[in-house]
């Protein structure tokens, strides 16, 4: 009874501790060079664009939703929002391990709404402010939160090859996925809220199959069943679903998971055994405005990471490939016809 008591305590805190926050959370404010309102002359139907592009898409391929939101969090973590994982190398950052998978339709559909957008309001959207708010709506029209983000950034006209190796690996444990984030000024908040991008989308068999061969433990056992039966060898091309609750929906069922042994990724289900990130995961599974709020939160500020903005970079023709001299004119003529 004293049990039960307390446990009812427990969640009763974390809803009153979500009504709070919900009542107070004001909008991350925007690094200098960014606005929330920055196209609002210039490309006033911007978000609608990409917004009514974005449900097409998705109507027809659902599986969009989580790789955009993948190629996102890739291209910001790496040397910020510049669009850089965007970009075509020999080799260049999509062909490095840690990118692996990365779907060609969803950039695609990135240079799809650049075209969109460079047609209705000239070329002065960035690439990478479109991966942003591509990624925005790929949770909002999923059954995730929707909101604001600062635009503004530019293009970058470089990539980092060995950048991509501080990117969070599938096979870490929270001590290194903790690390890696603290590099970007993230605490263990943001990295259970953040790790909760994985409510959706699919993974290969070698991002997990380390916990098949050795069985893991801590892995449930009907599930490692199913794993094995799709992934017989850690070279297979098949995938898994990251959420076997609601694989594509955006929501809290992924910490649902966790607690029941059901994450398909090392660095997922070790967060429900590291006391510093066990607390957050059951608040979150019980609760999923308070999930939302940090995932928001948590997002908007990883938007802003060490962007270009003003006469930084530049404004991509295409978005996998730099402008040329004469695309460079082209832009500095647009830009001063704004006026």
Do not use: W
């Amino acid at each position: 009874m004293a049990t039960s008591l307390h446990s009812l305590f427990f969640i009763s805190s974390i809803l009153f501790t979500a009504l709070h926050v919900s009542q107070t959370q004001a909008k991350p404010s925007p690094v200098k060079g960014l606005s929330y309102s920055f196209y609002s002359k210039t490309c006033p139907k911007l978000e609608t664009i990409v917004r009514n592009h974005l449900k097409k898409v998705f109507k027809n391929d659902n599986g969009q939703a989580p790789a955009l939101l993948r190629i996102f969090f890739h291209d910001c973590f790496v040397q910020g929002c510049d669009g850089s994982v965007l970009l075509d190398g020999s080799p260049g950052e999509r062909d490095q391990p840690a990118n692996g998978g990365i779907r060609s339709e969803a950039l695609d559909t990135i240079d799809d709404l650049r075209a969109l957008l460079h047609k209705e309001c000239g070329r002065i959207v960035s690439c990478a402010d479109i991966t942003v708010l591509a990624a925005r709506d790929a949770v909002s029209l999923t059954g995730g939160p929707d909101y604001a983000v600062p635009l503004g950034r530019r293009d970058g006209v470089s990539f980092s090859t060995s950048g991509t190796s501080n990117l969070p690996k599938p096979f870490n444990t929270t001590g290194a996925t903790l690390d890696a984030f603290a590099a970007k000024s993230f605490d263990a908040t943001d990295v259970v809220a953040l790790s909760g991008a994985h409510t959706f989308g699919r993974a290969h068999c070698s991002t997990f199959f380390n916990r098949l061969s050795p069985l893991d433990p801590n892995m449930d056992k009907t599930l490692a069943k199913q794993l094995q039966s799709t992934c017989p060898n850690a070279d297979s091309g098949n995938t898994a679903n990251l959420d076997i609750r609601t694989p594509t929906v955006f929501d809290n069922k992924y910490y649902l998971d966790l607690m029941n042994r059901q994450g398909v990724f090392t660095s997922d289900q070790d967060l429900l055994s590291d006391k510093r990130t066990k607390g957050l995961v059951n608040a979150f599974a019980v609760n999923q405005t308070l999930f939302f709020e940090k995932f928001v939160d948590a997002a908007v500020r990883l938007s802003q990471l060490d962007v270009l903005t003003g006469n930084q970079g530049e404004i991509r023709a295409k978005c996998n490939v730099v402008n040329s001299k004469k695309s460079v004119l082209e832009e500095v003529l647009q830009f001063v016809y704004q006026f």
